[in-house]
C-alpha cells in the first residue's frame, strides 16, 4: 500500500474514528487502526469489540493494500507533521513508514488478517432522520441514563420507530426523559432497541446541523451513517421499562419561569450542595418562586424568582442537579412546568419533549 494525501485531511478522519481506541485494550489488535485502500479511497476503521467506527478519506493511491497501525501513536505523529503532503507507504513486514515535509517516521503494525471484521448490514430497511433532529433528540434525552451496572437495560437510550416517528427515552428510575421527531420518510417497519450510552456519545460528536442520518439495525446490532462516517454498536438486550405508565396526564397546575433565571438560580443554590444534602427547596407563591438551600455545617441560601403561576401555594424538594441538565440544554425562553404535589414529580412538556424528575424529601 502506498498512498498521498494531506495533513490536515488524515489528521481529521484519524481524529473521527479513534476515540474509541484504548491503548490497554487486552487484545494489542483493538489498539490498533485499520488502513484500506479501496480505488482512490483510504478506509480508517477502529473497534473496541463493542463499537466500530469507520470513514473514507479520498487520497491519491500509488498501491493498493492494508495494514493495521498503533493508533494513538499514528494519530501523534500525523498531528504532529508539518503541514502539507503526507505519504504513507505499507511494507511486506507489516511496517509502514509516515513522510512529512522533511521527515520520516517508521511504525510497526500487525497484519490486517487479524483486525475484527466490520459488521456487514442489509440498507433495505434503514430509516433516515436530519442530522439536527437526532442530535436535539439526544442532547435532552441523554443525561438522564443510568450509569448503575445493576441496571443494565437503563445504561443506554431507547430508540423507538413507529411509522413517521422516532422517539428516544432515557431514565435513571429517578427522572425520565423523552422526545420524538419526524423521520425523512414513513420506516417500512417498526422496531425498538437500547442503543448503549458509550456509542450515543460518539454518534453525538459526529452529528452537525446539516445532512442526514440513516440508521440501520439487525437482531443485535445498529448502524449509524452520518455523511459516510458509519459507527455500528452492538445493542443492549432485555427489555426497557414500561416507561408510558409513569407519565402523568397533563396538568393545569403550571408554572411559567424564564428559563435562564431559573437555571441560575438552581446553580447558585447548588454550590451549597453536599452528597448527603442534595436537596434544594421550591416553593411556590402566585408570583414567585423561592428556590433555598440550608446544609448543616455549610451555610443557607435563598433566591426568589418571578413566575406566573396562580395556583396553590406548595413545598417540594428536589435534586438541583436534575434541572441543570435539562435547563441548560432548553433554547425556550420559557419553561412551564407542571407541579402536582409535595410528593409528585414536576413534569416539563415543550412541543414533542417531555421531562419528569421526582422529589426528593427535604
Do not use: W
Amino acid at each position: 500500500m502506498k498512498i498521498k494525501t494531506n495533513k490536515e485531511e488524515i489528521q481529521a478522519a484519524i481524529a473521527t474514528v479513534s476515540n474509541i481506541v484504548s491503548p490497554k485494550a487486552t487484545l494489542p489488535i483493538l489498539s490498533n487502526m485499520l488502513l484500506e485502500t479501496k480505488e482512490s479511497l483510504l478506509k480508517l476503521n477502529t473497534t473496541d469489540l463493542d463499537i466500530g467506527i469507520s470513514c473514507e478519506l479520498p487520497v491519491h493511491v500509488y498501491e493498493q493494500g492494508a495494514i493495521t497501525i498503533p493508533a494513538k501513536r499514528f494519530g501523534d505523529i500525523v498531528r504532529e507533521l508539518p503541514s502539507g503532503e503526507v505519504v504513507i507507504t505499507a511494507r511486506k513486514n507489516n511496517q509502514i513508514d509516515i513522510e512529512g515535509l522533511n521527515c520520516r517516521f517508521k511504525l510497526n503494525g500487525l497484519p490486517k488478517e487479524e483486525f475484527p471484521k466490520f459488521p456487514e448490514f442489509k440498507d433495505k430497511d434503514a430509516v433516515l432522520i436530519k442530522q439536527k433532529d437526532l442530535k436535539e433528540m439526544i442532547g435532552l434525552t441523554h443525561f438522564a441514563v443510568s450509569y448503575e451496572e445493576s441496571r443494565y437495560v437503563l445504561n443506554g437510550l431507547l430508540l423507538e420507530v413507529a411509522g413517521d416517528l422516532a422517539r428516544m427515552v432515557a431514565t435513571d428510575g429517578r427522572r425520565l426523559a423523552k422526545m420524538e421527531k419526524k423521520l425523512i420518510h414513513p420506516a417500512s417497519r417498526d422496531f425498538h432497541i437500547i442503543i448503549p450510552i458509550k456509542a450515543i456519545n460518539e454518534i453525538s460528536r459526529n452529528l452537525k446541523d446539516e445532512g442526514q442520518v440513516s440508521i440501520t439495525n439487525s437482531s443485535n446490532q445498529v448502524l449509524f451513517d452520518i455523511d459516510g462516517v458509519l459507527i455500528a454498536t452492538r445493542i443492549i438486550e432485555g427489555e426497557f421499562p414500561n416507561y408510558k405508565q409513569v407519565i402523568p396526564k397533563e396538568s393545569t397546575n403550571k408554572a411559567k419561569v424564564k428559563t435562564q433565571d431559573l437555571l441560575s438560580a438552581i446553580r447558585r443554590a447548588n454550590l451549597l450542595s453536599t452528597p448527603d444534602f442534595q436537596a434544594i427547596k421550591f416553593e411556590l407563591f402566585k408570583d414567585k418562586l423561592v428556590i433555598s438551600k440550608t446544609t448543616p455545617d455549610v451555610g443557607e441560601s435563598r433566591e426568589e424568582v418571578s413566575i406566573e403561576y396562580g395556583q396553590q401555594e406548595l413545598i417540594v424538594g428536589f435534586n438541583p442537579q436534575f434541572f441543570i441538565d435539562v435547563l441548560k440544554n432548553i433554547n425556550e425562553e420559557y419553561v412551564p412546568m407542571e407541579f402536582l404535589g409535595p410528593d409528585k414529580p414536576c413534569v416539563l412538556r415543550i412541543k414533542e419533549y417531555l421531562y419528569l424528575a421526582l422529589p426528593m424529601r427535604l
